[in-house]
């Protein structure tokens, strides 16, 4: 729900543009779309990281495990907090 409402009202619309995906390691949600927009929500791989070059976290309960797990899975870009993003 917070990845919703953080990119329905707080995104400006040339930057809900350049947004390609919205990961999420619950399979559940794998191939849905986030609410009022064209974006799927896949799990986050390797193959997929090619074209990224920037991940915007909306968890900020979890960003600790997040960026471990992004980095270790092989993300080498960029990742801003939700604190950086205010």
Sequence with gaps: MY???FYTKFV???NKQKIICCYDLDTRKHGKYLQKAE???TQPSKKSYSNVECIVLTAPLYEKEIIQYLREDGFSGEILT???CR
């Design 3 to 5: 990845q919703r409402v």
């Design 12 to 14: 400006a619309l040339e």
């Design 39 to 41: 974006i799927v929500i």
């Design 82 to 84: 939700s604190v950086e």
